[in-house]
């Protein structure tokens, strides 16, 4: 095992440079652009007076995750999603993700018969876009959430705790914090950790790209992730104000 | 017929402020955000060495657009065209104005079996969402077409003139110049009209939306596409250096 | 440039043979087969006690365009469109122009609760078929509105005027009237124009294929598809007897 | 069991006024308005130089259908299945059986590698549409032939039989021939039968709608329909000249 | 004609062995596992307190039918329906044999508004997989029905009469009962008949593969459907106890 | 924290009783019916001599997997995805799992230009079915693997490990091992592990349902897969022989 340099210059805990920046669209509840590093997702979050069909009539309202990324956001362009006629699995399965991870801070019952819609989109892509989708996303929809509580149309913040996520991986067999593109193409393993301001895993997902991850690799990945997080539950605070 | 007051406080033959920002993307080969007033388009240019099928083998090339809007780029969340699986006819209808347009000022002989794909992506959106579109595509193409010149993929610049759009309308019975969204739902008509840097017209489609449109209001029409384009074509030229 | 000599022997100013069958169907509650020489097009209308969901309850009506061409109806077949999956962007752009120019001409209050479907499906094709579909789908729609009246569905005639369509061209840099195949597929521009009994212009879209129109070439195609409309709206009052 | 009225006032064993119009549109190698009194199908033959993939390369050919119904050819107005965005089950069903029936008389052999696609579109439906779609399919299939032998793309006329076929039901418990749309509705049963010219059976498809039909009635329904297509052999011999 | 040799050794009118096992998953509310020789369908009989909207509020029920066919059911595997986005032509056609099947002897007034649905699952076919869905799923339907009449939402059987579906062919110039895989990939005609236990005809299906069948073959044919129905309504007799 | 007392009655660490029946269809190149307690699934491998179009020519091999669910296998009936029309994001997500754990202990260079998909088709669910079929569908891939060694497709074995997977959670606060559908339907958390059986981990995807993970449950589950794993090794080992 060689000393580890990565492509970045980054040392093997260190986070990207981070920006949540907040109020950027003009139309929606709460917006967030999130950008790790070269990597920008643009977060906004819709309120809708009304849940889907299968939870009417239950007081509880409903967080849902949409996923886009824009046709050239990549080093090639690719298809667009909306003129191949469907999401792809990939797609779907961050859609899905955003989604559970959002919920699980949110007390659904306080946000009463409303739904939030959660749109990231990926405007420009170097790796780990659902992690900033996550993170961005949920300052998002803590802003809508304030907006709605100002408004009246709820009387409590359904917000409990803080969610954000990070990707942590397996570089030339170091584990390493927050996996940008040139290190995701040639790492040997990767895992995206969504966790909650309490220090709680909301979402653990790691896959052996190369080779299988040893126990030990894992326990030092998890541990990469917790330190990352807290540094973003910090990041969203200030942008929070 | 009253005193005409537009509600962004315009005069009659005034455009919003148009900005055409470039090189805002990482990875296309040419970029434009282009900016009417609240409406903001992002237009990239991305480059293919191939051509469609029916094309192959003929030493032409191929300029296309596709259009896109972001769910919240307005003031109700719309349906993710990705997810409701399929492109509306609004959408496919932008798309190949968009093309044809463009394909009208590059000599498709001159761009080798090349094809340059205008993505028109709306973040935010307050009318005009296709003459921005336009307007600020040539502008990404323009910027490919000198990237293949100054890397040795084409011999000679296939641009020959300039493409810009701009909507015109009937408002309280007045032809008005760049019709923005509370415009846009309230007039009586509106026409987007495109033009080629040489004074001709590419595409002319007007519509009477509450009332058929008299020949005269559709000369003066017209004739303040005609100015509006005027300026336009500066501001492609200030933006293109 | 040169003397004009149009492939049909026409006139630059002069229709083709136009003919306006009614009662054509069994079923439908008005009906047209308009043919503009070899251009033959099937217009039925068919009337539905309902209305879109998001007109519900509003006492007003609608009229909706839909449009088809069966496979052989031009020189070489095309993919039927109920196989291929979906309708083309091409189907759907001439749809939108058919709903709108109609409803133009129709009192939807004076419809009350009604929703009346125009299918426009072209039988044999030689250019023009979305002007053919307008006039002679007027004319269907009228024999369906004196239908409805007749039978005490609804007080008063909602039709407020007559609508009618024809496209003109630039053939051989001579602005011409009523473009055919030939013409169209070898013609510098091209400019579909609908308008109403009392002057108006409903929706004009002009198009250079080639090149750009001038200004003088747009002035000259107005005018020609003003006297061209003139005739099909006298064709039409002697359809409807 | 009363005596049979039926309420187009024919006799048990008579086929409706039947019509087989050739050379009905300009393109189409072969064509064929096919009227089984008040159902009409508009039948075109289309010759591609080309097989589809799986058969390339064996010097046969094939013949195919396709069926489809204009949206107002019935008392009410069914979806378009080009905006539903696909074809029935039964629409599938019945182009299998033309495609089926037609090959069965069609020496794929002779016809080398030539496709011909045999459209058939009801312009008006009254019952026994699938009948009268490969009785008049059969006569634009054999136009088309001739017209390939006449123009030298093959040698011989591929076609070796005569294909037709004819409805027959089960009506107030008599066996009756060339079931029409208010029989069929009330009908007990009813049998698409398509024979061959030398008296074979190429497909019999019975369906018992309000009870089975017992072997008598089958046995009837055979005899009928075998005296059916006779009648119906004449006419196609007729209409071909 | 030389003596009949079968692929298996069976006798003309000899059946393969036929095995109807019920109870065969833990959740549905009745299923059959039918085997005919090597082909094995599943068919389970899901009941649903609720019918079609189209039926709804007239006091009766529904009974329709689902088919599959697992990938690798077959010698080659085909491609997954649900990953191809539809289901073929083939599918459709035999579900809508299925759902009319059982229908005929179900007394949909005496269900109630209930629907059930037979889903026949395919998991190795050698020819005769339609019929073999039809007679298991009469099976599953039964005892279904048995199950709700237990259960006291339905107050009367609705079951009428038992329906069996077997194959009948024409292979080397002989009719024979139960065509195999071998025998219809090179048989001259083949036919699926359902019958009602009372003797009746629900569906006859035939057609002539490599030529047309003659008058005299088709009453043999019949014959010999008759035969093995009886056999499968005995069977179905000991299945259900 | 009470004493854990799991629905069916296991201790905390205890799979259910698993078997893997192999051979189990006519057709396939590998079979195994997986039933972890009462989820049955069956998985069936299928060669192709050919690769996808991506991978043609580099002289390696492709592993995919499919996932289907019949539509009965629950307990209420879900939707047959082939008449949805699309696969679901669950099944697409599940399908990309089983595809990359396989891949993962298959050395795709001694594969050669070969396909094999492995199907996992669920006759029968009770949670853990993808765990089943990943388990399972290493035993079909593997006796794939043999057959194509023995007909002398390729020269070497291209298996390099064992794969197998099983779900891991929380529930009433105590980490358990194989969660069966009660359990999961009420559990905290669930994670599902894929090994290999050097002891590395291929995937490892963990959901806090009700509440995030704590690190200390994590540790625990990661240790109990590993336990299940171990006896699913031994149990592939078995059957394979």
């Known amino acids: 095992m060689s000393t580890l340099i990565r492509p970045s210059g980054r040392t093997f805990d260190q986070l990207r440079d981070v920006s949540l920046e907040t109020n950027v669209t003009r139309y929606a509840e709460g917006s967030c652009l999130a950008k790790f590093g070269n990597t920008h997702v643009l977060c906004t979050a819709s309120w809708e007076k009304s849940v889907p069909p299968w939870l009417k009539g239950q007081g509880k309202g409903w967080v849902t995750g949409e996923y886009g990324m824009l046709p050239r956001a990549t080093h090639t362009r690719g298809r667009r999603e909306a003129a191949s006629g469907k999401q792809s699995g990939r797609t779907q399965e961050i859609q899905r993700l955003i989604g559970r991870s959002l919920r699980s801070v949110c007390d659904l019952s306080a946000l009463g018969e409303n739904q939030i819609t959660i749109d990231c989109d990926v405007l420009q892509a170097d790796g780990g876009t659902?992690?900033?989708?996550?993170?961005?996303?949920?300052?998002?929809?803590?802003?809508?959430?304030?907006?709605?509580?100002?408004?009246?149309?709820?009387?409590?913040?359904?917000?409990?705790?803080?969610?954000?996520?990070?990707?942590?991986?397996?570089?030339?067999?170091?584990?390493?914090?927050?996996?940008?593109?040139?290190?995701?193409?040639?790492?040997?393993?990767?895992?995206?950790?969504?966790?909650?301001?309490?220090?709680?895993?909301?979402?653990?997902?790691?896959?052996?790209?190369?080779?299988?991850?040893?126990?030990?690799?894992?326990?030092?990945?998890?541990?990469?992730?917790?330190?990352g997080c807290m540094e973003l539950f910090e990041a969203q605070r200030a942008a929070l104000g």
């Open 130 to 227: 659902r992690t900033a989708s996550i993170t961005g996303g949920f300052v998002a929809l803590a802003m809508a959430c304030r907006y709605l509580k100002a408004e009246g149309v709820i009387s409590a913040d359904p917000i409990t705790k803080q969610a954000a996520a990070i990707s942590v991986g397996v570089y030339q067999d170091h584990p390493v914090l927050d996996v940008d593109y040139p290190e995701d193409s040639r790492g040997e393993a990767d895992m995206n950790v969504v966790m909650s301001s309490d220090g709680g895993f909301i979402e653990v997902q790691g896959t052996g790209e190369e080779r299988p991850m040893t126990r030990a690799e894992l326990d030092e990945m998890l541990r990469l992730a917790e330190k």
